[in-house]
């Protein structure tokens, strides 16, 4: 299989319009655009797609994370951070536009994503970033972009993977975690391709 992207090459900067967030002294909100993604390649027996994007380097401590006159130290142990999660994409459905599936921030959390007829989106991980924040709180939903520290000295890879499966659904209901996900993918998948693309915040970082 062959997963690419209009937006971005693999391995290469994702554009800000993609992202929760952009570099404005030091901070602001962005576009939130769900970013084009088109595959091929998928084997005959597939039923369905699932599509995952996860972020790779996050802070393993939140001590740095964001505060004025610290930097977030790239030898620091970094962990997933989850993206977006979808399941159940139809067979036939083989591109995604760009803002299809999001075109902008929502505070508390999107409840009911746009996406494919028949699909079911899973929570991503700013639900538990904004825990707290009497603001933003909430169940966060599909798609939402990246938004690394903007005092972040390690440029973050976001992983979009898309996996071809033999069942034609999974049993989720919206809101399903990552981990609810690869137990219920598990033994259905015939193959997969990656694409990832590299953001940062931080005007000192080239990304």
Not at 86 to 100: R, S, T, V
Not at 195 to 204: D, E, M, Q, V
Request: proline share 10%.
């Amino acid at each position: 299989m062959q997963l690419r992207s209009d937006n971005f090459q693999h391995g290469q900067p994702m554009p800000p319009r993609l992202a929760f967030g952009k570099t404005a002294s030091p901070f602001a909100l962005s576009d939130n655009n769900s970013p084009h993604l088109a595959w091929k390649g998928a084997p005959e027996a597939t039923r369905s797609f699932v599509l995952t994007c996860i972020d790779t380097d996050v802070p393993s401590r939140p001590d740095d994370v964001n505060q004025e006159g610290r930097s977030v130290p790239a030898d620091l142990p970094r962990v997933d951070f989850v993206h977006w999660l979808m399941a159940n994409i139809p067979a036939e459905c083989a591109e995604l536009g760009e803002g299809a599936c999001s075109d902008e921030v929502t505070p508390r959390g999107k409840q009911d994503p746009f996406g494919p007829p028949g699909s079911v989106q899973g929570v991503n991980d700013y639900t538990h970033w904004f825990a707290g924040d009497s603001n933003m709180q909430g169940n966060y939903l599909g798609y939402d972009g990246p938004c690394p520290p903007w005092n972040d000295t390690l440029v973050h890879h976001y992983h979009f993977r898309v996996h071809a499966l033999d069942v034609a659904s999974l049993p989720l209901q919206a809101g399903f975690t990552l981990d609810d996900l690869r137990a219920a993918m598990h033994g259905h998948v015939l193959a997969e391709a990656e694409l990832t693309g590299t953001y940062s915040i931080n005007p000192n970082v080239t990304a």
